[in-house]
């Protein structure tokens, strides 16, 4: 009787152990806001997302206020095109807000944050966000610091 118990216990233990680590699973993979349909759908043009995936979120002063929801790319300007879905509570939003794009961290996970602007008409369905700035590329950023130092060494070097 007394082992029968303490499987009993065993048991309830391990499956509350496997709905946490699920419920962590779902956090960590943002499915958790998945079923979010209310809010409005708002775009954006940016000339290099790289690392920006469906569901990164949308951030302003550093709440989550909405979610990307498709990315897509324009062949005729080439740029790609980012969907985002702003949960219906921040409506107010001014029309000429400005998005980037930022890495949460050093090497973490990208997401698009929106600074307001000063305008008095607000953002609605289906309106685009004209005033971006595009990703940051780590790779880029260290070419250019290492180019410019291999130039500013050979000039130091040469008699004038």
């Known amino acids: 009787m007394r082992s029968r118990m303490i499987e009993i216990w065993v048991g309830v233990f391990v499956a509350g152990g496997l709905a946490a680590l699920s419920m962590l699973a779902m956090q960590v993979s943002n499915l958790t806001s998945v079923g979010e349909a209310d809010g409005y759908e708002i775009k954006a043009r940016f000339d290099n997302i790289s690392g920006l995936n469906v569901r990164s979120p949308v951030t302003m002063a550093g709440v989550r206020i909405g979610r990307v929801v498709d990315i897509d790319f324009d062949e005729k300007t080439f740029e790609a095109v980012v969907s985002m879905r702003i949960e219906s509570q921040y409506d107010q939003l001014p029309e000429d807000s400005s998005a980037s794009v930022f890495t949460s961290g050093l090497l973490g996970e990208k997401y698009v944050g929106l600074e307001p602007g000063g305008a008095l008409d607000n953002l609605a369905d289906g309106d685009v966000i004209h005033l971006t700035q ?24 040469a008699e004038p």
């Not at 595009?134 to 000039?155: A, N, P, W, Y």
């Open 134 to 157: 595009s990703s940051l590329v780590l790779e880029r950023l260290i070419g250019q610091f290492l180019f410019s130092q291999g130039s500013d060494d050979s000039k130091e070097g």
